[in-house]
């Protein structure tokens, strides 16, 4: 037997089921969603912690290692690609950002293929065993390193070397590489640290974003307004309805009737015969000027306010500035060290703003000496 309220009706408990049919489903998808970025931010974690390599690992390549070098990590299927129209690239930087989206295994426009063998990244270098020959990107001569956010492509200029060149890898692959790349290149600089501290930062991050299961919907939460199709949509729009038409009908001045114009008579006619055609209408005698309705005045309708982007951890300010990736930011707006804690000579930094450490901002992102004095760099600020 159906359940009924205290009027006989089952309405109610049908839209309670409905609200929570529907919560629950938009909780679990938003909790997958959530779980399967967790996973790959821990999985990231554990292998920055763990991220070694060996001398052993480069036995059987084609590749002489120096007396310090490592093999961390090989790639058998890699292609090397050329830049037709080279562009300055920005500075490598140890900024984390886990993939979130689905990479196109493509090719961008303006870059050809040139080369196919194994791509090597070392302790020192990168490099592609091709059928071609060898090519190398030693760490410390990189000063330009992009990867492309929709297509599985890495560009990479030195300064030796005035073509731009770089990788085009499988798209399965591509997350891995970049993230070692990155490991790879902060030991270089001797910024593993940095890297793993950004881990947990994002890691905590994001544990506050988890959603919480919805409460339950109960039938005396029903109200009326569910009954119409729509419901309180429907309702506002039929309301908003019914104020404009009476509104653009007084504003309205529908012309005469008659469809003739009304013209002024002297008070004295000229004679006329009878044979000249009459051109002017004669108003009536109570003629009277019609004096349009004043139209209400409208209250001046209130701005509204920008909406504050995600900051992702950063400090409240107006320009937009945080720490959720994005485009790197070199040239500040001026009141930036109004909203973040500005290093001594912050404007004599030649780079893009990056955090320190222990929490002041500086502008030298991109260079070896950055936050040198401030515990060595924590985190890229991003537009």
Sequence with gaps: M????????????????????????????????????????????????????????GVGLALELAADEVVLWA???????EVRHSTVLPAPDLTVAPRTGQLRPRRPDGVRVTDAGMAVITSRRLVLLGGRGRRDWAYGRITGLAHDPAAPVTLIQVLDRRSTSGLLLPADATTDFRFKLTLAFADAIEQRAAVIAQLDELIAEHAQLKPFRPAAATPGQARLSSLVPGGRRTIAVAAAIALLVPAALIESDPSDPTGGAEVAVAATPAPTTSATPALIRQAGPALALKTPPAKPTQSPRPSPSATQRPRCGGPENPLGYGFCGGTRIRKPAAEVCDWFDCVPQFWAGRGYLVQCRDGSVSLAGGRANACAEHQGVRRTITK
């Design 2 to 57: 159906a359940k009924t309220d205290s009027t006989g009706s089952t309405w109610r408990y049908r839209w309670a089921h409905r609200q929570n049919v529907r919560r629950v489903s938009t909780y679990r998808g938003a909790e997958a969603a959530w779980r399967r970025r967790d996973d790959e931010l821990r999985r990231l974690r554990a292998l920055a912690a763990d991220f070694q390599g060996s001398a052993a690992a």
């Design 75 to 81: 790639l058998p299927a890699a292609q090397l690609v």
